[in-house]
């Protein structure tokens, strides 16, 4: 087995920075680069022919790598853009002009999802958002239809409980959608033992496969028996008849829509191949051993830890509020310690399997420093998006 700091050599920016914003945007494997070299060459030299040769099925085959790593048996997990249109294929399954329209999620969900069931609004749907700490269980009635969920928080890495969340909403009839992109490949995630009816994530964080390869998993009963209506042709029986009317495709292929993402389908399975090779409960060892680590460093220093002190509830990031935490942030980066910060949470900081004690040690004393000597001052009123 090789040793974890041995990884470090796969993964260039690690030469240049201290990386701990792999709860954003992991850090690039070279071997991406190299996938993405081999895309062009099929493109330049096969042209066409590509897509019989293993172009066309890829939101399949790289589906499967995913289900792999959740949890999911094969022929469960296809390939989106995003979670977004991956939720958006979910909901077009369900009609929202019925008893059974209600959309319960809790008040962390990620934004782009919570705008997404917003909207449907429009076409009648209700939102219940429960207040941060109180119960999602509870919130769900026979009146709910989607339960859109995150199993980790997104603004302050607290893991959800999805087991009591999936109970309660099978006993009132309702669908749970699991948003696992802060926790795929950083937190053991078993789609099957939980009984998520539909599960999804994106490849941005943690399984450090870069952007524009987003995942969705369906149970396989739903994925035999829904008909989803935001359809394309990938998700056609026999897409290369062009048949003029829409015969659905047997199982996890109806929830496709037209042309995949090729290229980020090549350089995503460069970093979900090193996700496998280390595997996902050691790389969980490692991540609270680090929070651990992180929490007690950060104490000492006298900040103000954010993020939950109970390892079982915390994910792979740690946050913690320093005074004007976006001009801190901007003074890390120009010192190459690379993190992020959400507003009312502060700066996130998220190390992962790669990341040695020593740069966690450096990014601390360096955050205490900036705030003792408040280098930060300068960086005020400038404004960071990334
Ligand atoms: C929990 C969670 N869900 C979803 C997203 C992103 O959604 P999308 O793939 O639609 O951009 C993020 C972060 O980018 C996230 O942290």
């Known amino acids: 087995m090789r040793d974890l700091l041995d990884y470090r050599g796969e993964f260039p920016i690690l030469a240049r920075a201290t990386y701990l914003i792999n709860h954003s945007l992991g850090a690039m494997p070279a071997e991406a680069e190299r996938r993405l070299g081999e895309y062009a060459r099929t493109w330049s030299t096969r042209g066409i022919r590509a897509w019989g040769e293993g172009w066309w099925d ?14 999911a048996p094969t022929s469960t997990v ?23 329209r209600r959309i319960v999620y809790e008040e962390g969900n990620f934004p782009s999802v919570r ?22 269980a509870d919130a769900i009635d026979e009146r709910t239809l989607l339960v859109p969920i995150s199993q980790v928080l997104f603004r302050t890495g607290e893991i959800q409980d999805v087991e009591a969340i999936v109970r309660r909403a099978h006993e009132m009839g309702a669908h749970v959608v699991l948003d696992a992109y802060q926790s795929a490949g950083i937190l053991p995630l078993d789609v099957t033992a939980l009984g998520v009816d ?42 290369f008849a062009f048949e003029p009317e829409l015969e659905y495709a047997d199982g996890v292929a109806r929830f496709l829509t037209g042309t995949p993402n090729v290229p980020a389908l090549y350089a995503a399975t460069a ?32 900040l103000d830890v954010g993020s939950p002190r109970d390892p079982a509830r915390r994910g792979g ?27 009312d949470a502060g ?10 004690d020593d ?13 003792e000597s408040r280098a930060y001052e300068r960086h005020l009123g400038a404004v960071a998006r990334f």
């Open 115 to 136: 705008y997404l069931y917003q909207a449907q609004t429009r076409h009648g749907a209700e939102i219940v958002v429960v207040p941060e700490g109180d119960s999602v």
């Open 198 to 239: 539909f599960a999804t994530g994106g490849s941005v964080k943690w399984l450090c496969g870069g952007p524009g390869a987003g995942w969705l998993y369906v149970r396989p009963d739903l994925a035999a028996s829904l008909e989803p209506t935001f359809v394309g042709w990938q998700a056609h029986a026999r897409p």
């Open 359 to 371: 740069e966690l040690r450096h990014a601390v004393e360096q955050i205490a420093e900036i705030v």
């Open 58 to 71: 890829l939101p399949l085959t790289v589906g499967d790598q995913i289900g792999r790593l959740i949890g």
């Open 271 to 302: 970093g979900y191949d090193l996700i496998e090779e280390v595997g996902v409960a050691r790389i969980r060892e490692s991540s609270v051993r680090q929070t651990e680590l992180l929490i007690t460093l950060l104490d000492q220093a006298g």
């Open 317 to 343: 990031t740690v946050t913690v509020r320093t005074p004007a935490f976006a001009a801190v942030h901007r003074e890390l980066s120009e010192r190459e310690i690379v993190c992020d910060f959400r507003p």
């Open 347 to 356: 700066l996130r900081l998220g190390p992962h399997f790669f990341t040695s």
């Open 78 to 100: 296809v390939m989106h853009q995003n979670v977004t249109i991956a939720e958006a294929v979910v909901l077009s399954c369900f009609r929202l002009d019925g008893e059974r």
